[in-house]
């Protein structure tokens, strides 16, 4: 499977330029490439910040940042699809840059693994009249 899709979305992208390309032109085409990777790159550091700065603020409280780290994952991929030259690529590279569809992935992602996540360790039931 991921070596059809490795294959079918350069073929994608390539018959949608050409296309868009045959209805506005190549130098238009080219333009509006490069204004999406601008674009896409300066949400990028915007929500790339704004989610280091959450989880500098999570560490701070002493909690583990998990969700930041994932989202900071998502971001990274978002940004790298930004700037492959295509259309399809630049759709999927925002919506992992905005904050719902990045967060909705998220949930998706976690309850997708949620019953196959296993925690295991042992506990001690500790009773407030014994300290």
């Avoid at 190549?26 to 990028?44: C, D, K």
């Avoid at 259309?87 to 925002?94: A, I, K, N, Q």
């Avoid at 919506?95 to 992935?105: E, I, K, N, S, Y």
Wanted: glycine share 10%.
């Amino acid at each position: 499977m991921p070596l059809i899709v490795f294959m079918s979305v350069p073929i994608i992208e390539m018959w949608i330029l050409i296309e868009v390309g045959g209805w506005i032109g190549a130098l238009p085409t080219i333009a509006l490439v490069a204004v999406t990777a601008t674009l896409g790159l300066s949400l990028l550091k915007q929500q790339g910040l704004s989610t280091l700065l959450d989880a500098r603020r999570k560490m701070n409280e002493g909690s583990i940042p998990a969700s930041e780290l994932v989202s900071g994952f998502m971001l990274a991929v978002g940004g790298a699809l930004l700037l492959t030259p295509g259309f399809v690529t630049d759709t999927v590279g925002f919506a992992l840059l905005v904050p719902q569809t990045r967060q909705w992935l998220l949930c998706k992602v976690i309850d997708r693994f949620r019953d196959k996540i296993t925690i295991e360790g042992e506990f001690r039931r500790v009773d407030d009249r014994n300290f």
